[in-house]
């Protein structure tokens, strides 16, 4: 087993848990909290009396963001957050997993981000998968009000789509449709009352984006998504190998010029020389990658690199990735 | 428990040491320097008598928290020990008996005690509030607001000042005005811990971008330190303030605060470990002498003139978390993340 594969296993899964006001983020965390699973779960809230469960593995948090001095102008960071995952590896035995639930309101960014930055956080947890809860209902009329809404949308591996009960297919299908306008390669569980199996939500190896990739739907493909202001994703695929030092040096300096639009980037790439595949993620301009173990059997070695985001140049970045070929 | 036979270091010849459960998240000698205690991640706080420190047998644990202890500190006289807790208390420990002082709504991280050996002030830093207590513990004399949570609290060599370290700076007090607002020092981003100059000159601040910050106290000049591969978790001034000893390099880093450094001044290293981190630093009370505490669980105690380097302990039981001299600076304890505890009793013949 590599040390790659060592180290993720001893690293905690932490689920981050957001959702649109009233959404029924409540509703699915009580579930967590009480469903016969076997796992226990560290829960990181940011309004106490809210849960109905006594439990000594919740903790309340402020949601105190600041900003790193680290040149990177978006970069918005959980400080509260680090300090309390670091008070909860003091007790590391006593749970499998920790969630950490935002307002209704916050943007993910931070919270994202927070798992970038600070080194003992990045040692000691990974991020498993950003979980955004989904009122159904009232969902087509947020994302029109509200830019943070569709910022949960892209930040998202997993959405649950409550109160699925109080729409009718059409507009399933509508709410659908405009999801995967924002984030193409996010797994959609419809729900009523946050009903969904918990195997949906936790433990989902966000970052295996293998896993996340075969998600993907192929019409896609063939859509140019031209809003001018919307956020829109896009995927990549390049079928021979990458350059490891190209492929790095263009995408921090794309970073670093268009980190501020580009929500979330992430991809599984095949460096020239290397046997195993690299994964690669990022928030706005906060990027990381590791090996994550050979290619199966068979498989096709293809690099595939998803953006999701704003203004993207679809040719630009094309031809900026297919530069990086070795 | 551990074998004496095995361990290498000072602490085969003076000291002791004991595995218990859970991660040690502080230690520290009582004020009269009669017991040194070790706060653990399972809420104990385990009591090692000085007459007896080398018998771990004559060592006691009391539940003092429910849940993780997070901050330690001797009480204002005496052999007791204060400490606060992810279960939101303020707790006395003395002997065996634990008392509840105070109950605040969020986790207590940080406990300070200034002292003249007489009289005395308690403060506890509690999400945003820092809590001032008089020497009893019960009578509650400030609440200081801060514009985020407190990630440090230290009083100044007199007792007359608190400073409290959070997002875009440290905040200062004095402790018996009735002035309700401090003086804010500013600098952009989150401090995660501050120490003060033992004769008040300067306010040192740890930044979670790896370096730190300070102001002049007399004309609130900025100062940055920086260079450091990691976050600084420990920093200590030497007995005299010449030197401020920190961790977070693979040796312990000395900033000169002397002859207008540490501006523009390039820091001293006394030797370390290549390729491991220093976690944990501690400044004797009577002596040139820092020991540093690695990541791989080795303690050394250094002789900052001749240099000379003494291992306490050799590595084993994860990082070092915890490392403190008792006021009298005869007793050296260290504390690991693993539940390594160690004494060393400096005064006994070697």
Same mark, same amino acid.
């Not at chain 2, 709504?105 to 991280?109: A, L, T, V």
């Given at each position: 087993m590599s040390e790659t594969q060592d180290r993720s296993k001893d690293q905690v899964p932490v689920t981050v848990l957001t959702g649109f006001l009233g959404a029924g983020k409540t509703t699915l965390l009580n579930h967590i909290l009480t469903a016969e699973h076997g796992r226990k779960y560290a829960v990181v809230i940011n309004e106490f009396g809210e849960l109905g469960v006594d439990n000594d593995l919740v903790v309340d948090a402020d949601e105190e963001v600041f900003e790193m001095n680290n040149g990177c102008i978006c970069c918005t960071v959980r400080g509260d957050l680090i300090r309390i995952l670091g008070s909860l590896m003091k007790r590391r035995a006593k749970f499998d997993g920790i969630i950490v639930e935002t307002t209704g309101l916050a943007d993910p960014a931070p919270v994202a981000q927070t798992f970038f930055v600070d080194e003992e956080v990045r040692d000691k947890t990974r991020l498993d998968a950003v979980v955004t809860v989904v009122d159904a209902y009232n969902v087509l009329q947020t994302l029109e009000e509200s830019p943070e809404a569709v910022h949960q949308i892209a930040f998202a591996d997993v959405i649950i789509l409550n109160k699925t009960d109080l729409v009718d297919e059409a507009k399933l299908a509508e709410i659908e449709a405009k999801i995967r306008q924002i984030n193409a390669y996010v797994k959609i569980h419809p729900a009523v009352r946050g009903n969904v199996p918990l195997t949906d939500v936790l433990d989902q190896g966000g970052f295996d984006l293998q896993r996340a990739l075969e998600y993907e739907p192929d019409f896609l493909e063939n859509t140019e998504h031209s809003h001018e202001e919307g956020v829109t994703s896009m995927s990549f695929p390049v079928s021979e190998p990458i350059d490891e030092a190209r492929f790095h040096a263009w995408i921090s300096a794309l970073l670093q010029e268009q980190g501020a639009d580009i929500l979330r980037s992430k991809g599984i790439l095949n460096f020239a020389g290397h046997n195993d595949r690299y994964a690669f993620q990022a928030v706005h301009m906060m990027a990381d990658g590791d090996f994550i173990g050979p290619w199966k059997e068979g498989e096709k070695k293809e690099s595939r690199l998803v953006f999701i985001g704003r203004n993207l140049n679809r040719p630009r970045l094309r031809r900026g990735f297919e530069s990086c070929r070795a | 428990m551990s074998d004496k036979a095995t361990l290498s270091g000072i602490v085969a010849e003076r000291g002791a040491e004991q595995a218990v459960e859970g991660h040690i998240t502080a230690c520290c000698a009582s004020r009269d320097n009669s017991s040194f205690a070790f706060a653990t991640g399972e809420g104990d706080l385990l009591i090692a008598p000085r007459e007896t420190i080398r018998d771990t047998a004559t060592w006691t644990t009391v539940q003092a928290h429910d849940g993780p202890v997070l901050a330690l500190s001797p009480d204002v006289t005496g052999s007791g020990f204060l400490s606060g807790g992810e279960d939101c208390r303020l707790k006395r420990t003395v002997g065996g008996a634990v008392e509840e002082l105070a109950k605040a709504?969020?986790?207590? =991280?940080h406990v300070a005690c200034w002292s003249d050996g007489r009289k005395g002030t308690i403060a506890f830093a509690s999400g945003k509030e820092v809590h001032l207590r008089g020497a009893d513990g019960a009578t509650a004399l400030r609440t200081l607001e801060h514009p985020s949570t407190v990630s440090g609290i230290v009083f100044d060599a007199k007792g007359k000042r608190i400073a409290a370290s959070h997002y875009n700076g440290a905040s200062m007090w004095f402790v018996n005005s009735k002035d309700s607002t401090a003086k804010v020092y500013e600098w952009k981003g989150s401090h995660i811990g501050i120490a003060i100059h033992p004769a008040g000159e300067a306010l040192i601040t740890s930044m979670q971008e790896n370096d730190l910050h300070g102001w002049r106290l007399s004309d609130g000049h900025n100062m940055r330190m920086s260079g450091y591969p990691t976050k600084v978790m420990s920093l200590a001034f030497t007995r005299n303030g010449k030197w401020l000893a920190t961790s977070g390099a693979d040796s312990v880093i000395l900033w000169p605060f002397f002859n207008g450094g540490p501006m523009g001044k390039p820091p001293s290293e006394l030797p370390g470990i290549p390729g491991v981190l220093c976690t944990r630093v501690a400044t004797h009370p009577q002596q040139d002498v820092v020991v540093a505490g690695f990541a791989d669980g080795t303690v050394l105690m250094m002789?900052? @003139? @001749? =240099?000379r380097v003494l291992p306490v302990c050799s590595a084993g039981g994860g990082s070092v978390t915890a490392l403190s001299f008792s006021a009298d600076g005869c007793i050296l304890g260290y504390g690991t993340e693993d539940g390594r505890v160690g004494v060393v009793d400096l005064t006994a013949p070697a």
């Open positions: - | 709504r969020r986790w207590i =991280e002789d900052q @003139s @001749s =240099e």
